[in-house]
């Protein structure tokens, strides 16, 4: 449960960045919505999460997540281009894998 919360953060966050671009500086109101929500979401869930998995663990799910999921949206939704960005995903993920599999910090 705790991890599946952690997704509802990190998604919600995906969605409020990607909302953020679309309000073009808080001058589009509905897309300014969207972002605030988003994020106060992505916060709120993200706060559960910390209760159970220790912050580093999350925090560095969350981050690596969501800057994969990011540049997914913006090359999906955006037509930003990835090129050699891909490379650095890559090892964002691994980087996360490694934590999570070999960090003591998993364990209470």
Known sequence: MNYLMLAIAI??????????????????MPWTIVTVIGYG????????TLRTIPTGIAYAIWSGAG???IS??????Q?????????????????????NVFS?????
């Not at 998604?11 to 589009?28: H, I």
């Not at 997914?72 to 939704?77: E, L, Q, Y």
């Not at 650095?88 to 993920?93: A, R, T, V």
């Open 72 to 77: 997914a949206a913006a090359w999906a939704f």
């Open 79 to 99: 037509g930003q281009k990835l090129d050699a960005a891909v490379f650095g995903m890559g090892l964002i993920i691994a980087g996360v894998i490694v934590m």
């Open 67 to 69: 800057i994969v999921l």
């Open 11 to 28: 998604v919600s966050e995906v969605c409020a960045t990607t909302a953020m671009k679309q309000s073009n500086g808080f001058t589009r």
């Open 104 to 108: 003591n910090a998993s364990s209470h």
């Open 41 to 48: 979401i992505a916060f709120y869930f993200l706060s559960l």
